[in-house]
Structures are given as C-alpha cells and as structure tokens.
C-alpha cells in the first residue's frame, strides 16, 4: 500500500494564480482532510470529508476549495493564491479509530 | 473551541538525557494521541490513550492520560539522537475534529 501521496512535493505560484493539490489514499479510508502548517501554529484544519460528496470546513478554510468525488481522492484548490497561504499543505485519512495518517506535505510558496 | 497546550515549545539536550513532554487542557477528551514529525515528512502516530490513568510504553517513551482524561505527558528516556523531532498530541472528542497541539520540537545531541 503506498498509503496517502501527495502531489507536487513543491510548488512557487505569483499572486493572483490558481491550482490544485492532489492526494490519494489506498486504505479505504472514509475520512479526509487537509491540514496547513506554519512556524509556532502548529497544524490547522482547512477542510474535511466523512465520505464521497460530503464536505465541511475546519478553522481556516477561507481561500480554499475542496471535493469528494471518490473515496480515494480528496484535491485541495487554492482559487486565487495569496502570500498569506505560503505554508506546508498536509492531507490526511483516517479509519473510525481517528487515527490520522498523514502524506508527505506539499511546500508552497506565493511570491 | 478545545485547545491543547503543549509545553515546552523546545528542547534541546544532550544523548542520554531523560526529559518529559506535556500536553494539557481544560477539555476533556475521549482519547489523546501522540505523533512524532521528522523534518520534511509528515506526522506518523506513536500511540493512542483512551483511558484515565492508562500508561503505555514503546521502548524508552512513555505515555501517560490524565485521571480526568484533560491532560498527557511523554516521557523519553535515555534520549539518542534518532528521537529528534517534532511532537505533537491530538486530542479526540465525540464526532468532532481532532485538536491538535502546536507542537513541542525535541533536539538530541550526540
């Protein structure tokens, strides 16, 4: 099982441009999100799934668009980047036992 | 809105130390977990505590949940340099979300 991948592993965007953070998991898993974390904050959540076509926001989901087509893929779109959204992108499954099982993050800078 | 205090923030100490994390609240919750983070990789679980009082150990750390289920402390001993990182506690409750802590960044030297 390659677990929760995420993709790109690195991205620079100008202000003002949109794109798309892909993850997956293989594990079945009905749960998804996608955590930011930044230096002294810690990891905050910015948008959740409890299964395909269910969505809800986390504490800062302002800026950002999720959706759930499949069980397996959860993307993450940033509508129109801002300096303030430069921060590492985690996405995460979990089973009912709430155990998160994180991907290796994105980095993202907005110049 | 539950918040998870962790304390300290950062440690710094030498291999062969021992030293002890704490992650408190005033919620209480249904189980906490502890996660270790390593630089430029994402969170991996160590354990999870579901009951007041339960201690679990995983080699040389640790863990303890709190009578009243609020608070937890990790706690390493003869530290090496392999457990340096980043330790985070999350806290689960009912259905909601998980609470994370900001997170106590641990560096063992040789």
């Known amino acids: 099982n390659a677990g929760v991948t995420q993709t790109p592993k690195f991205q620079v965007l100008k202000t003002g441009q949109s794109m798309t953070l892909q993850c997956a998991q293989d594990?079945?898993?009905?749960?998804m999100s996608w955590y930011r974390q930044d230096p002294g904050m810690g990891l905050r959540l910015i948008h959740y799934?409890?299964?395909?076509?269910?969505?809800d926001q986390g504490e800062v989901p302002n800026g950002y668009n999720v959706s759930r087509s499949t069980t397996e893929d959860f993307p993450l779109r940033l509508l129109s980047a801002a300096p303030s959204q430069t921060s590492v992108y985690f996405c995460?499954?979990?089973?009912?036992?709430?155990?998160?099982?994180f991907g290796p993050g994105t980095r993202l800078t907005v110049t | 809105t539950q918040l998870l205090e962790q304390s300290p923030q950062f440690l710094s100490i030498q291999e062969g130390e021992n030293l002890t994390v704490y992650c408190n609240s005033s919620?209480?919750?249904?189980?906490l977990q502890w996660y270790r983070q390593e630089p430029g990789e994402g969170p991996v679980l160590l354990v999870t505590?579901?009951?007041?009082?339960e201690v679990k150990k995983l080699k040389r750390l640790t863990f303890q949940f709190g009578d009243a289920r609020k608070d937890s402390s990790l706690h390493i001993t003869a530290a090496q340099p392999g457990d340096t990182g980043l330790y985070l506690c999350?806290?689960?409750?009912?259905?909601?979300?998980?609470?994370f802590g900001k997170g106590t960044m641990l560096l063992v030297s040789p």
């Open positions: 799934s409890v299964g395909a076509g269910i969505t």
């Open positions: 594990m079945n898993h009905e749960y």
């Open positions: 995460a499954s979990s089973d009912r036992d709430r155990t998160e099982y």
């Open positions: 919620s209480v919750f249904s189980s």
């Open positions: 505590v579901v009951t007041g009082g």
């Open positions: 999350a806290g689960a409750s009912g259905y909601s979300t998980l609470t």
